[in-house]
């Protein structure tokens, strides 16, 4: 009896302890925890990292905790934090140690084990019950775990693809641990590390090196200072669309000087056929340097956010094509469905009216610490395609990423509550707010939000709110555009405040002044919720522009002004824009 009320009373000394040392800088912060070097031990439960030690079967995953310094971590419990640990048994964390080529877990870095131990812990303490309603969870590294629940089989999942979990929600004291089966890698390699590892191509690594691309594919994050001296840090991320040497050896390609004179001969045939088809004489520029042309096509197989197969492949609609912008200035690529297709690998094509490459699926969709990697069974030349319909998703910019919780950035699916986010200070806007500003307190400048069930039908699930008052403006740059005649509509989100602008009984129903490049020849005027047919919430679309030119193939400035009064003076005025289409005029 002696012993439990020692126990008991040493229970509460530690969580006064906790209490008055509790911070929010670090939940992992070892050198912190008042359990370093302790073991502490609950009179009704354990912490996570003892609990595991009290069952049988996790005997190596306690080996690795101990190994990488994270067994006290895992077993703090200050105010207000807790964990999810995604816990291999001992059978997974042997199956892992022959997935990295290696016998024992000694033969890993401590960092390495460090950085595993990271990937498979959550921040705060999930039940089943809400677990099993998430699409995906961010850990402690800040990478986000998808979740995929078995339908088939009650308390099990994949996480990743490839984390198996065969039990749900064993309760410790400071969390929930789910078993699992099957580990996960954790994602300590960048692209760049991706295409090294993978041994399959020499010459786009040599193409990387020469233009500087292999250093900012290894860059994750990037800290800069503002003007205040206040620390930025920004996360990195990118999509490549991976050649490798053999696909390159079909196209006669085997070295990086082959790769540039390949370039300069595809420059001079299209300026051919473009001096042939205007019947100009038949003299060859060659002012264009191949260090350029390299440049050009290095850009061209990047993205400057990650996507999946999947995400390259969406329909826009009833479109087949999408066209998207690269990393080199002003150039695109398309992605192809056929809808009809029995084959997998067959079913999108890039660039399919020119020289056409698909994905090789067994080495796409290569998941790293800043995005993407995917391989291409074709060497993609840079190439202008003819139009094909554009959606700009207006917060599909990396700069909004960073400013946005991973689990609500475009989510999956509609959320249960909106989730709000300032982003004004993202670098892809430039905003002026109105000198009589604005008597909306539900909304800063500009926020990201999150959708509802009732507006399930808003694209990423998402969108931009602009509250900039009387005469405010924003200005953003638009993805890159095909050259040619364009119609422009624009969807918005409608709510039940936004009525008077519907009916136009204050102001004068959100009058926007829209321009492209400072053109006044390129300028409209257009009041969208005006044109919403029914005063229910929803997502609607109307034009803005019947009819835009852009002569050359470019990403444009595209910018507004508010010149409705009531921004300034009415509480409820908002702009709640999704997307604009950019849909090719018929010829």
Request: proline share 2%.
């Given at each position: 009896m002696k012993r439990i009320i020692l126990t008991f009373i040493r229970c509460h000394l530690l969580l006064a302890a906790v209490l008055l040392t509790a911070c929010d800088k670090d939940v992992i912060d070892i050198n912190s925890d008042p359990f370093k070097n302790e073991t502490y031990i609950n009179s009704l439960k354990s912490p996570i990292s003892t609990f595991l030690t009290e069952q049988e079967g996790y005997e190596e995953y306690v080996r690795a905790l101990r190994y990488a310094g994270m067994f006290d971590a895992l077993n703090q419990s200050s105010s207000g934090t807790s964990f999810t640990a995604f816990v291999p048994n001992n059978e997974a964390m042997t199956e892992f140690y022959h997935?990295?080529?290696?016998?024992?877990?000694?033969?890993?870095?401590?960092?390495?084990?460090?950085?595993?131990?990271?990937?498979?812990?959550?921040?705060?303490?999930?039940?089943?019950?809400?677990?099993?309603?998430?699409?995906?969870?961010?850990?402690?590294?800040?990478?986000?775990?998808?979740?995929?629940?078995?339908?088939?089989?009650?308390?099990?999942?994949?996480?990743n693809g490839e984390g198996h979990i065969v039990e749900m929600g064993l309760s410790a004291y400071n969390g929930k641990i789910y078993a699992l089966s099957r580990a996960m890698t954790p994602l300590v390699e960048t692209v760049y590390d991706r295409l090294v590892e993978g041994g399959r191509s020499s010459v786009m690594l040599q193409a990387l090196k020469a233009t500087g691309w292999d250093k900012r594919l290894a860059t994750v994050v990037d800290t800069t200072y503002d003007e205040?001296?206040?620390?930025?840090?920004?996360?990195?991320?990118?999509?490549?669309?991976?050649?490798?040497?053999?696909?390159?050896?079909?196209?006669?390609?085997?070295?990086?000087?082959?790769?540039?004179?390949?370039?300069?001969?595809?420059?001079?045939?299209?300026?051919?056929?473009?001096?042939?088809?205007?019947?100009?004489?038949?003299?060859?520029?060659?002012?264009?340097?191949?260090?350029?042309?390299?440049?050009?096509?290095?850009?061209?197989?990047?993205?400057?956010?990650?996507?999946?197969?999947?995400?390259?492949?969406?329909?826009?609609?009833?479109?087949?094509?999408?066209?998207?912008?690269?990393?080199?200035?002003?150039?695109?690529?398309?992605?192809?469905?056929?809808?009809?297709?029995?084959?997998?690998?067959?079913?999108?094509?890039?660039?399919?009216?020119?020289?056409?490459?698909?994905?090789?699926?067994?080495?796409?969709?290569?998941?790293?610490k800043n995005g993407y990697v995917h391989e291409l069974d074709g060497w993609l030349?840079?190439?202008?395609?003819?139009?094909?319909?554009?959606?700009?998703?207006?917060?599909?910019?990396?700069?909004?990423?960073?400013?946005?919780?991973?689990?609500?950035?475009?989510?999956?699916?509609?959320?249960?509550?909106?989730?709000?986010?300032?982003?004004?200070?993202?670098?892809?806007?430039?905003?002026?707010?109105?000198?009589?500003?604005?008597?909306?307190?539900?909304?800063?400048?500009?926020?990201?939000?999150?959708?509802?069930?009732?507006?399930?039908?808003?694209?990423?699930?998402?969108?931009?709110?602009?509250?900039?008052?009387?005469?405010?403006?924003?200005?953003?740059?638009?993805?890159?555009?095909?050259?040619?005649?364009?119609?422009?509509?624009?969807?918005?989100?409608?709510?039940?405040?936004?009525?008077?602008?519907?009916?136009?009984?204050?102001?004068?129903?959100?009058?926007?002044?829209m321009q492209f490049d400072d053109n006044d020849q390129q300028t409209v005027f257009t009041a969208p919720y005006t044109k919403v047919p029914s005063p229910l919430p929803g997502v609607y679309t109307s034009t803005i522009y019947d009819e835009i030119e852009f002569p050359e193939t470019a990403s444009h400035r595209f910018s507004f002004v508010v010149l409705d009064p009531a921004a300034s003076t009415n509480a409820n005025f908002s702009l709640q824009f999704d997307c604009i289409r950019f849909i090719p005029s018929e010829r």
């Open positions: 997935r990295r080529g290696v016998d024992s877990l000694p033969q890993l870095s401590s960092e390495y084990v460090r950085q595993f131990i990271l990937y498979h812990t959550v921040k705060d303490s999930i039940l089943p019950d809400a677990f099993v309603q998430k699409k995906s969870v961010q850990n402690l590294n800040g990478d986000v775990i998808t979740i995929e629940i078995d339908s088939l089989h009650a308390g099990q999942a994949l996480l205040k001296n206040s620390r930025i840090i920004t996360h990195r991320y990118f999509t490549v669309l991976n050649v490798s040497d053999a696909a390159f050896q079909r196209a006669g390609i085997g070295s990086l000087d082959q790769l540039k004179a390949q370039l300069r001969l595809k420059l001079n045939n299209k300026e051919q056929m473009r001096l042939k088809l205007n019947n100009k004489e038949q003299i060859i520029n060659n002012n264009v340097d191949e260090d350029s042309l390299l440049r050009e096509y290095v850009g061209y197989h990047i993205l400057q956010n990650q996507y999946t197969i999947g995400e390259l492949g969406a329909m826009n609609g009833s479109s087949t094509t999408r066209i998207w912008s690269s990393s080199a200035q002003n150039q695109v690529f398309t992605v192809s469905v056929d809808t009809l297709a029995v084959d997998e690998a067959h079913r999108l094509t890039l660039n399919a009216q020119d020289e056409a490459a698909r994905f090789v699926l067994d080495q796409s969709d290569v998941l790293s030349p840079v190439w202008e395609p003819e139009q094909a319909e554009v959606l700009w998703d207006l917060a599909d910019y990396t700069e909004i990423k960073n400013l946005v919780d991973a689990d609500d950035y475009q989510p999956q699916e509609p959320t249960s509550s909106e989730k709000r986010y300032r982003v004004a200070q993202a670098t892809c806007f430039e905003y002026e707010m109105g000198e009589a500003g604005s008597k909306n307190r539900s909304y800063s400048e500009i926020d990201y939000v999150t959708c509802k069930s009732n507006l399930k039908e808003a694209n990423n699930l998402d969108r931009l709110v602009f509250n900039v008052g009387y005469m405010g403006k924003v200005s953003m740059q638009t993805p890159t555009i095909v050259r040619g005649k364009y119609r422009l509509e624009l969807t918005i989100i409608y709510m039940t405040g936004n009525n008077f602008m519907r009916q136009q009984s204050d102001g004068n129903g959100g009058l926007l002044k």
